[in-house]
DNA sequence: TCAATATGAATGCAATTGCATTTAAACACG
DNA sequence: CGTGTTTAAATGCAATTGCATTCATATTGA
């Protein structure tokens, strides 16, 4: 490398753009918790990592492999899976291929509070994100961001 | 009214971008934030903290004020101006048209820092963010970004 | 004027997060 | 084998957040 050209400061639509995504993410994710917990459903975290748990099937997920998909720290999740065992909504079992791992698998509590939660998170995402955009610029701003993640991941 | 248009379920796409735009600012904060405790610099909040209060110049921003810009619950923003004070970033003032409150004021101090931590803040966005889009689609997601603000906003 | 209510800000306490360390099992290799 | 290193997961502790309450001052209206 002959140059370091991450050192460079962003341009000026960069940084709206980077500002106004936080602002956005922040607004959103406001709103769903505050929907979520009005039905007195538990947080957004929590279906997320449900999501997860139940497009792995039975087999289940290691929490490692949770971990990443989840982008939460090691310790977060140990406690994170700690508040869905003790809800009953995923179980923990031992795994049989590696002694110091465990494998998370989701329980039919879990896929029916998963479910009740999207009543919620669904509309939600419609009336915060969905109802606010034509579709043509909904297609826009994903692909933006599929380009962001696929440059973030290797990195 | 005729229906109730919010309640709806989101199309593919939508949710698709929504889940993209909660990963892509959790990748972002985190690798900013990374990089700022590297330089053992304060977090982010307090960047977004003082640069409002830059911005506001000598006069300063009431609490409450600051609590709309930067999205902050009250008590969280009371606490985080405790933490600004202890460093001598911001002073309180006794607010003269209200005895009830205060006015928030940046110090040298506060500008010195917010300067530095932009050195480090810039160069962290355009490596997560800038760097993997083109101008034009820099410009697309920016766009996409304020309509979302615009709507969001009065809701 | 004064009682009732509303608003700006702080604070106590529980829940959550972040960080560092710990425990236990797997690997690597002499 | 056996020692040293790496990896999976848990845990203690400090810092931060969220929630509800509190305190003080403003505002309103009888």
Redesign the pocket.
């Known amino acids: 490398m002959t140059s370091n050209p991450t050192s460079t400061s962003p341009s000026s639509t960069v940084i709206r753009a980077w500002s106004r995504l936080a602002k956005v993410q922040q607004l959103a994710a406001d709103a769903i918790?505050q929907r979520l917990?009005a039905a007195d459903l538990p947080?957004l975290?929590w279906y997320d990592a449900l999501l997860e748990l139940e497009r792995a099937g039975p087999a289940g997920l290691?929490?490692?492999?949770l971990?990443r998909e989840l982008l939460?720290?090691?310790?977060?999740?140990?406690?994170?899976?700690?508040?869905l065992e003790k809800e009953d909504y995923v179980e923990?079992q031992a795994?049989q291929?590696?002694?110091?791992?465990?494998?998370i698998a989701i329980t039919a509590a879990g896929r029916a509070i998963r479910r009740r939660m999207w009543g919620v998170y669904g509309p939600a995402i419609q009336s915060v994100i969905g109802a606010h955009l034509s579709s043509g610029q909904a297609a826009a701003l994903d692909t933006a961001l599929g380009t962001l993640i696929s440059g973030a991941r290797p990195a």
Chains 1, 2 share one sequence.
């Open positions: 918790e917990k947080p975290a290691r929490p490692f492999e971990e939460l720290s090691q310790c977060n999740l140990s406690r994170l899976i700690d508040r923990r795994c291929d590696d002694g110091r791992g465990q494998v």
